[in-house]
């Protein structure tokens, strides 16, 4: 079983409206959430980071975290066009010390 | 600072040659990782180190593969001998710590083992 899953997408969205991506982790003993971007042929760079129940918002960017449901969601509120890349939710366990990425969900903002 | 180093950006060799991919940190980062990202598997952790020291080589997928951090400036990465399978791309990437802390990758590089 995969740590952390995704749904790989694509998703499409129209330009303007609201993006949901998800995360699901099975380790319960995660402590820390994060949001990577990854352009197509580019590097992952973080976009946001989550660590307690509740959002967490950023400009257009809203994290979600529910421990009890082992949920992380990602929101992008004004979906731009330059949007359009590859999301991964990644989780820290302090039990096994370190960081595990899932897959990936493609995110395409239609203009 | 640069960032995260890393090179050769773009490697084609034939199956059963040595590949050694190389990374310089960022300065004052205590964590390094090395990734391996495919369409089919993602981005996966295959060894990081702490002060120089291999903490965690699980991901590491066989003998093939080893790892090294002689200063706290460099490391390496080396398949031998490589195979087709090997094709990906390598990320390594820094951090300050594990828990909490932005990990900052380096661009890349590409390998085709044909």
């Known amino acids: 079983q995969k740590e952390v899953e995704q749904n790989s997408g694509p998703l499409s969205v129209p330009e303007g409206a609201i993006a949901s991506l998800n995360c699901t982790y099975s380790?319960?003993?995660?402590?820390?959430f994060f949001w990577y971007r990854q352009y197509s042929g580019k590097s992952p760079e973080l976009i946001m980071s989550?660590?307690?129940?509740g959002d967490k918002e950023d400009g257009r960017f809203t994290a979600q975290l529910n421990k009890a449901s082992q949920y992380v969601s990602l929101l992008i509120r004004d979906s731009q066009p330059s949007d359009s890349a590859t999301y991964l939710c990644a989780a820290f366990s302090g039990g096994y010390q370190k960081v595990t990425f899932g897959t990936g969900t493609k995110l395409q903002v239609i203009p | 600072d640069a960032g995260v180093i890393q090179s050769p950006r773009h490697e084609v060799t034939e199956m059963g040659q040595e590949v050694t991919l190389r990374c310089k940190p960022i300065?004052?980062?205590?964590?390094l990782f090395w990734y391996r990202q495919t369409m089919m598997r993602g981005l996966e952790l295959l060894i990081y180190?702490?002060?120089?020291?291999?903490?965690?080589d699980s991901g590491m997928p066989e003998d093939r593969f080893s790892a090294k951090m002689p200063n706290a400036s460099f490391s390496t990465l080396k398949i031998q001998p490589s195979e087709p399978r090997d094709s990906a791309v390598y990320f390594c990437?820094?951090?300050?710590?594990?828990?909490?802390?932005?990990?900052?990758f380096g661009e890349g590089s590409w390998l085709t083992v044909v």
């Open positions: 300065s004052g980062h205590d964590y």
């Open positions: 990437a820094s951090s300050l710590a594990l828990a909490g802390n932005t990990i900052y």
């Open positions: 989550i660590y307690s129940n």
């Open positions: 380790d319960r003993g995660s402590q820390s």
């Open positions: 180190f702490n002060n120089n020291v291999p903490i965690d």
